[in-house]
């Protein structure tokens, strides 16, 4: 019964990591509209996230993107911190990041305008 069990509960983690859902969020600041995606569910280890940037509706892909990805000291755990610059890649801005650990991480977006104003946004993902 104990080993059934064991099944049982292994073939549900294993459903629920196959069949998660991609990341996408969306938002807008000071005017511009900010979306974060991925092709697939976030997962400890190496992610691909894509930002799209767009200003009254249109995307604009001149701003230096840079995202950090953080998960805060708790006990018996040391702060975590990934940066990573966004690379245009067919028009969204491509970053990579390796989470170490699942858990909810904190996000720092910056981008940079050609007007030199730099604009944050915030938010978190789970993994």
């Given amino acids: ?6 099944l ?7 459903f629920n990591l196959v069949h ?4 996408l969020q969306e938002g807008s ?5 900010v979306k974060l995606s991925s092709e697939k569910s976030l997962v400890v280890g190496s992610n ?5 940037l767009a200003k009254d509706g249109a995307s604009f892909t001149d701003a230096k993107v840079k995202i950090k990805f953080y998960m805060p000291e708790m006990p018996g755990m040391p702060y975590m911190e990934y940066e990573g610059k966004g690379k245009l890649v067919d028009g969204k801005y491509l970053v990579k ?3 170490t650990m699942g858990g909810t991480w904190q996000y ?3 981008f940079k305008t050609e007007d030199g104003k730099v604009h944050k946004v915030r938010g978190s993902v789970n993994i």
């Avoid at 019964?1 to 064991?6: D, I, S």
């Fill in 1 to 6: 019964m104990k080993n059934l069990f064991k």
């Fill in 8 to 14: 049982f509960a292994g073939l549900l983690i294993a």
């Fill in 20 to 23: 998660a859902d991609p990341l």
């Fill in 29 to 33: 600041k000071n005017g511009y509209d």
């Fill in 48 to 52: 691909d996230i894509f930002i799209e």
């Fill in 97 to 99: 990041i390796n989470f």
């Fill in 108 to 110: 720092q977006l910056k």
